[in-house]
């Protein structure tokens, strides 16, 4: 009977878990990233969809421009100002184009796909609704499903918190560093406990005519010798030896439990500000919506009036320069609170696809917004 077996197993299934967990861990991170990933190859295409209209309109501008200076309708400043307004866009547009080339570049490496054209991207965030999942296309409509959307302003920072603790993964892993560190003490003080062994030998010595037949009953001699014994190993004075690797695990043990608990501060913290940071990526997201509809409608009326000659080049290409700013910082909004949802779901250890079933069991006991 050696107390060192038994506390040795329990370690060794405590390290088990904790590579396990590990792997885990990892995986939440990879899926994470690729998401994030993603949501930025989205808000990269709304910038240069954006660009390439600006592009489009203002090369529209010019050549009504153009021919109204030819007719005495329109200054030569403003062909001018249109000319380097294109002059500036034309840039900005081969900048976002090679930044879209990039980032699927990074998503193709992460993704282990060969070439960046085998990604096939679908949904657009200028045409995504945080309001009503359904008035979505199906493209938007299964990536908001994919996190869980299901629209409403309800915040459940207890709900979150509480699964945070329970599956979060570095916290698992440092309970269960703590866990190991406590088998590994208990370890050093079984060497204080005497070991007690049994042992038992039962021999056949055995000789006969012929060939051998050790069981069977014939004229043969045989011998038997059974030994049956009980060893018992008494621990003896060793120094301070022992003293010492028993204090050096306890320290071991105690920075683990600090670490374990620091870490769920940490984890609160984090918690609590991405669910402050999605909710307030969901409002401005519905205030940027308002926004980009009332500056199309600008733009519209100031086109109009334009050709009209109602209104100067200054003033269209103002209310152009507006549409432009509030589609993307709608846009930009969608894409901050997709990113925060992302950052969330690794933060409360729910993520799509790694915990597939502990994030069904959670969406069925409570929504998240």
């Given at each position: 009977?050696?107390?060192?077996?038994?506390?040795?197993?329990?370690?060794?299934?405590?390290?088990?878990?904790?590579?396990?967990?590990?792997?885990?861990?990892?995986?939440?991170?990879?899926?994470?990233?690729?998401?994030?990933?993603?949501?930025?190859?989205?808000?990269?295409?709304?910038q240069?969809?954006?660009?390439?209209?600006?592009?489009?309109?203002?090369?529209?501008?010019?050549?009504?421009?153009?021919?109204?200076?030819?007719?005495?309708?329109?200054?030569?400043?403003?062909?001018?100002?249109?000319?380097?307004?294109?002059?500036?866009?034309?840039?900005?547009?081969?900048?976002?184009?090679?930044?879209?080339?990039?980032?699927?570049?990074?998503?193709?490496?992460?993704?282990?796909?060969?070439?960046?054209?085998?990604?096939?991207?679908?949904?657009?965030?200028?045409?995504?609704?945080?309001?009503?999942?359904?008035?979505?296309?199906?493209?938007?409509?299964?990536?908001?499903?994919?996190?869980g959307?299901?629209?409403?302003?309800?915040?459940?920072?207890?709900?979150?918190?509480?699964?945070?603790?329970?599956l979060?993964?570095?916290?698992?892993?440092l309970?269960?560093?703590?866990?190991?560190?406590?088998?590994?003490?208990r370890?050093?003080?079984?060497?204080?406990?005497?070991e007690?062994?049994?042992?038992?030998?039962?021999?056949?010595?055995?000789?006969?005519?012929?060939?051998?037949?050790?069981?069977?009953?014939?004229?043969?001699?045989?011998?038997?010798?059974?030994?049956?014994?009980v060893?018992?190993?008494?621990?003896?004075?060793?120094?301070?030896?022992?003293?010492?690797?028993i204090?050096?695990?306890r320290a071991?043990?105690?920075?683990?439990?600090?670490?374990?608990?620091?870490?769920?501060?940490?984890?609160?913290?984090?918690?609590?500000?991405?669910?402050?940071?999605?909710?307030?990526?969901?409002?401005?997201?519905?205030?940027?919506?308002?926004?980009?509809e009332?500056?199309?409608?600008?733009?519209?009326?100031?086109?109009?009036?334009?050709?009209?000659?109602?209104?100067?080049?200054?003033?269209?290409?103002?209310?152009?320069?507006?549409?432009?700013?509030?589609?993307?910082?709608?846009?930009?909004?969608?894409?901050?609170?997709?990113?925060?949802?992302?950052?969330?779901?690794?933060?409360?250890?729910?993520?799509?696809?790694v915990d597939?079933?502990?994030v069904?069991?959670?969406r069925?006991?409570?929504?998240?917004?």
């Open positions: 009977l050696r107390p060192s077996v038994f506390v040795g197993v329990r370690a060794a299934s405590h390290f088990e878990d904790l590579q396990e967990e590990a792997v885990r861990g990892q995986s939440h991170a990879v899926a994470t990233r690729v998401r994030l990933l993603y949501y930025q190859l989205l808000l990269s295409r709304e240069l969809r954006l660009t390439e209209n600006s592009v489009r309109r203002v090369r529209e501008s010019l050549r009504e421009t153009r021919a109204r200076n030819e007719t005495g309708l329109a200054s030569d400043y403003d062909l001018l100002r249109l000319e380097v307004e294109l002059a500036n866009l034309e840039p900005n547009l081969r900048r976002a184009e090679n930044s879209v080339r990039e980032i699927r570049r990074q998503l193709a490496i992460e993704l282990d796909v060969p070439e960046q054209d085998e990604i096939t991207v679908r949904g657009a965030l200028a045409e995504m609704d945080l309001d009503n999942l359904e008035d979505n296309d199906p493209d938007n409509r299964e990536i908001l499903e994919f996190m959307f299901q629209g409403g302003d309800l915040e459940v920072p207890e709900y979150a918190l509480r699964m945070a603790g329970e979060r993964s570095d916290l698992r892993q309970e269960l560093n703590r866990d190991l560190r406590q088998a590994e003490v370890l050093e003080q079984v060497s204080y406990l005497p007690v062994t049994l042992f038992g030998n039962y021999i056949i010595n055995a000789q006969d005519n012929g060939s051998p037949n050790f069981f069977a009953r014939g004229d043969g001699q045989r011998a038997y010798t059974r030994i049956v014994g060893r018992v190993s008494l621990p003896v004075f060793q120094g301070f030896k022992r003293v010492a690797r204090d050096q695990k071991a043990l105690r920075s683990a439990e600090v670490q374990s608990q620091r870490g769920r501060d940490m984890a609160r913290a984090q918690v609590k500000s991405l669910l402050e940071f999605s909710g307030e990526a969901l409002s401005r997201a519905r205030a940027q919506r308002l926004a980009v009332q500056a199309t409608r600008g733009f519209e009326i100031a086109s109009a009036q334009y050709r009209e000659g109602l209104v100067s080049q200054f003033e269209l290409t103002d209310a152009e320069v507006a549409l432009r700013q509030s589609e993307f910082n709608y846009a930009q909004a969608v894409f901050d609170y997709l990113v925060a949802r992302a950052q969330l779901d690794e933060a409360t250890g729910l993520v799509p696809l597939q079933d502990a069904q069991t959670a069925e006991g409570y929504e998240l917004p």
